[in-house]
Structure formats: C-alpha cells, structure tokens
C-alpha cells in the first residue's frame, strides 16, 4: 500500500470518526474522563484534560452531520477506483 494524499486523508477520517463516537457516559466516566471531571475554578487555566474533553465534546457536536457527507464520499470514492 503506498503512502498516498488519499491515505492520509482517510486515516484523519477514521480517526475524527474515532473521536466522534465515544460516548461520555459508557467509555469516557469509566475511565475518569465524564462530564463532571477536569473542570477548574474561575480564572484557572484549564488543564490538558479538561482541553482534550472539551476537544472531544466539540468534535462530537460540530463534526456529526459533516462527517456523513465525508464518510459517503469516501464510500463511493473507494467503491469507483478500489
């Protein structure tokens, strides 16, 4: 398999795909990373935890609809030229 523009472009896919189904309640507060962790005081800086559950939350409220026209893309890319 070569290393292509189009195989790098589905592993970013794949991996906001990844991103985008974790669900908070059955993977995230198992392990420690729920909705009531990483949250700081006013005025603190917000810790690396708390800016990967805020990246996740926001890849899962903003990526959802996108990432099925993406997906669907893909599909048919890969079903027309293999």
């Avoid at 970013?12 to 669900?23: Q, S």
């Avoid at 949250?39 to 810790?47: L, T, V, Y």
Wanted: proline share 2%.
């Amino acid at each position: 398999m070569a290393f292509t523009l189009y195989a790098l472009i589905q592993t970013a896919i794949l991996l906001t795909n990844a991103v985008a189904v974790l669900h908070e309640e059955r993977f995230l507060s198992k392990i420690g990373w729920g909705a009531d962790q990483g949250i700081g005081g006013f005025g603190d800086e917000p810790g690396i935890k708390a800016q990967l559950l805020n990246l996740i939350r926001s890849v899962r409220t903003v990526m959802r609809v996108p990432l099925i026209a993406v997906n669907s893309v893909c599909i048919v890319l890969l079903l027309l030229f293999g």
